[in-house]
């Protein structure tokens, strides 16, 4: 999945399919920061690498993951362009990644369920489980359309316990998660397919 840049503005799983995420901006404590796909700042796992796609630059996800270093959020808002040319796949945020990886929160599309109630879906990682199959329905689980081979927006804001994640539309959540489980209060972030 290629990133290209956008931001992360902190307040207070591998797939075979290819994801490419476009920009990212990151905000500390109000504080803007913009990483570019080719940045020294991300530590790339499994496939990932910066290439160029649909004419911008982004990060190319097959079945891999950028983390970004030196960088913990505990609250704040995380925005990325992504485009996919899969048909089959997961892409999205992990955030507040901690314990090595063990506990984090989870929030990803799934472009061959565009259209259906579990389109995108939250779940925390707990002992390094992903609970998904116990975690559905409203806060969890929600409907979108997910385009193929077009860049499109998304936004994660993280206040608490709670976040809100937009996609395309950046006036209305297309998923509102009201009780996110791990308690994990600040960790690492990272874009995953």
């Known amino acids: 999945m290629p990133i290209e840049r956008n931001s992360f503005r902190p307040l207070g799983a591998a797939m075979s399919a290819v994801f490419l995420f476009g920009a990212v901006s990151l905000a500390a404590d109000a504080n803007p920061l913009s990483v570019p796909p080719d940045s020294a700042r991300w530590d790339l796992e499994g496939k990932a690498k910066p290439a160029e796609y649909l004419g911008r630059k982004c990060l190319y996800l097959d079945g891999g993951a950028a983390v970004l270093k030196d960088f913990e959020m505990r609250d704040g808002v995380i925005d990325v362009d992504v485009a996919t040319p899969a048909s089959r796949g997961f892409f999205g945020f992990q955030f507040r990644i901690a314990n090595e990886g063990a506990t984090s ?17 939250y779940t925390p990682i707990l002992n390094t489980g992903r609970n998904w199959q116990i975690y559905n329905g409203e806060g969890f689980t929600s ?14 804001e993280v206040v608490g316990a709670q976040a809100k994640l937009y996609v395309k539309d950046m ?15 600040k960790g690492l972030v990272a874009l995953y397919v």
Do not use: C, N, T
């Not at 409907?143 to 994660?156: C, E, G, Q, T």
């Not at 006036?171 to 209060?185: E, I, R, Y």
């Open 105 to 121: 929160e989870e929030v990803y599309l799934r472009q061959h369920r565009s259209g259906y109630p579990d389109a995108m879906q």
């Open 143 to 156: 409907a979108v359309d997910i385009p193929k081979d077009v860049w499109f927006h998304l936004r994660l």
């Open 171 to 185: 006036s209305k959540p297309a998923l509102l998660m009201h009780d996110l489980k791990s308690g994990v209060q």
